[in-house]
């Protein structure tokens, strides 16, 4: 009789499958309300959603999301990533994104893990001598999705333990999120995260301006300026920034003040005119029709349609 054992690709595969379930129902126990449920462990936050629903505008920081239900789809530029419960999505610089729930019930709701990563913790594992890094770092893209190992999901599985022993959390609650971001680094789209945070590598130089963007979007864009930041060449700049986020530097910015201008509507009652003048925009005529070009509708239809479906801007 042939056995899993016998054939080691299924034996992989059913050990994550199991781990996929177990960590399923430690989210569904615990996140309760739609959306994000913030826990007692820094950084970690819990999802589910219900129901399905239209693009919204969302602010991706550093961090790994591990999907173990439903199907979710995120654009960046004009590259999509589709998440379904088999998945993670780890994002290593800041990036403006279309967020959009695909599959979800109340039944069978998008449940998911969600873990901002920190790069200082990120810098001193890969210094430690007993690293091995699976392949070579090389340019970096600012998202990129993998499998989820049985590895991983077990150590996101006592991550959650912990908050059934707050009493733990200070002590174990770093040791269990070190082994997250070791399991991460050593898969396949870990190769991103570690030039990212390797200090003096060309895509870490890179991630300094995209960094500086996203602070500063409603400064004036100088591309030279950007180009002296990551001591590149401007045309080498304009390549590599566009491999790392999938746009240009202008696209970048006109994104994160559309996103932006787009919160302040929703979150703050701002009207059009002052929100784009807010984010760095000279003309509310252009704002309105980048705005329009970019969400579908007219800047005030748009946020009347967030506010009655009860959206906003989150940053995940």
């Not at 960590?23 to 820094?42: C, F, H, N, P, V």
């Not at 491999?243 to 787009?262: E, G, N, W």
């Amino acid at each position: 009789m042939t056995t899993a054992a016998d054939r080691p690709g299924e034996g992989l595969e059913s050990n994550a499958e199991a781990g996929r379930v177990e960590l399923m129902a430690k989210i569904d126990r615990r996140a309760l309300g739609e959306g994000d449920s913030q826990t007692e462990i820094a950084g970690l936050r819990l999802y589910r959603r219900s129901v399905s629903a239209s693009c919204v505008s969302a602010a991706y920081e550093p961090s790994l999301v591990v999907s173990v239900q439903g199907e979710k789809e995120i654009t960046v530029g004009k590259t999509v990533y589709v998440m379904d419960g088999s998945n993670f999505l780890l994002t290593s610089v800041d990036l403006p994104v279309m967020s959009k729930v695909m599959k979800a019930t109340k039944e069978k709701p998008i449940l998911a893990l969600v873990l901002r990563l920190e790069m200082p913790m990120v810098r001193e594992i890969l210094s430690q001598q007993e690293f091995h890094a699976l392949g070579e770092s090389r340019a970096a893209r600012g998202m990129a999705i993998g499998t989820s190992s049985a590895e991983l999901l077990d150590a996101c599985c006592r991550m959650v333990d912990l908050l059934d022993a707050p009493q733990d959390i200070p002590f174990l609650g770093p040791l269990v999120q070190r082994e997250v971001i070791y399991r991460l680094l050593t898969s396949p789209q870990g190769r991103n995260l570690r030039a990212i945070a390797t200090l003096g590598e060309q895509s870490q130089r890179l991630s300094k301006t995209v960094e500086w963007l996203r602070q500063n979007y409603a400064k004036p864009l100088r591309v030279e300026e950007l180009a002296e930041m990551a001591r590149m060449g401007v045309s080498t700049l304009h390549h590599q920034f566009r491999s790392l986020t999938a746009m240009s530097p202008l696209q970048y910015q006109k994104q994160v003040r559309l996103h932006v201008a787009r919160e302040r509507m929703v979150n703050e009652g701002m009207d059009a005119a002052s929100a784009a003048f807010e984010v760095g925009y000279e003309s509310a005529s252009q704002f309105s029709r980048e705005y329009r070009r970019f969400f579908g509708m007219p800047p005030m239809r748009d946020v009347k349609e967030r506010l009655v479906g009860g959206a906003e801007m989150v940053r995940e």
